[in-house]
């Protein structure tokens, strides 16, 4: 599953110059936890949140009882401090550089981005415009898919139209996001690609691939030579068995 998939398109964004106030409203208003700073061609500058208004004034109490220390310590911390306490603007006080990601990419790629950094949402950009947003919420939509659902996808998309195999010829069943392959495929490498791409579907929980093959292909390689197979118009390579002893 995409980004594009589950992004909100319709998203409420701030310009640099509007006041923090108004973003405070805005938040409160939407029922949002944060919203893209964008400039006039919709380019994502920044973004502000409800915990750069709780770090705001968490350092504003901090400067309070230290702002001798920090002031002479000097340094990117006090300068980021004072920066923070007189932000007036949704561009003073957004956190920078913004944490983004495409719409084609995959989900898990963004949980990934916000595990990664912290964050609750991600502006989604295209040619680094805004179009859209994802937040948490959203991924977690990702994991209730039903299991009718789950049973589909790997019915349809992986083993007919990805691997080119006959789902009639395996059993396949979904429980609670846990996904159950048994039968007989040509090589063990196939079964181990069926694995690896059932694990990648969003929604899904656990794997359970069992499944036995007529070919153990670990240690076939290709013997570095072209063939030219008889009536054929094309050069193929072939795989023979790697030397032992």
């Not at 007189?86 to 595990?115: C, D, I, K, Q």
Request: charged share 30%; proline share 5%; net charge negative.
């Amino acid at each position: 599953m995409k980004v594009l998939d589950l992004m909100t398109t319709r998203v409420a964004s701030v310009g640099p110059d509007t006041p923090l106030k108004d973003v405070a409203r805005l938040l409160a208003e939407h029922r949002v936890s944060g919203v893209p700073v964008v400039d006039d061609d919709r380019k994502v500058l920044g973004v502000v949140s409800e915990a750069d208004f709780v770090e705001r004034e968490a350092s504003a109490a901090g400067a309070r009882l230290s702002w001798l220390d920090r002031i002479l310590s000097g340094g990117e911390e006090a300068r980021e401090l004072q920066r923070r306490l007189s932000a007036t603007t949704a561009g003073t006080a957004m956190s920078t550089p913004p944490v983004t990601v495409g719409p084609e990419a995959r989900v898990r790629e963004a949980a990934a981005l916000m595990s990664s950094h912290a964050v609750n949402r991600l502006p989604v950009v295209e040619d680094g415009r805004l179009v859209g947003i994802i937040t948490r919420a959203d991924i977690m939509d990702a994991y209730l898919q039903p299991d009718t659902e789950l049973r589909r996808t790997v019915r349809e998309e992986i083993l007919r139209e990805t691997l080119w195999l006959d789902p009639e010829k395996l059993q396949l069943s979904v429980m609670d996001g846990v996904v159950i392959v048994m039968g007989r495929v040509d090589r063990r490498s196939t079964a181990e690609i069926l694995e690896r791409l059932i694990r990648q579907l969003d929604g899904v929980v656990g794997v359970r691939c069992e499944l036995t093959w007529d070919l153990d292909d670990r240690r076939l390689a290709p013997v570095g030579v072209l063939r030219k197979q008889p009536g054929a118009g094309s050069v193929t390579a072939r795989e023979e068995p790697r030397p032992t002893g």
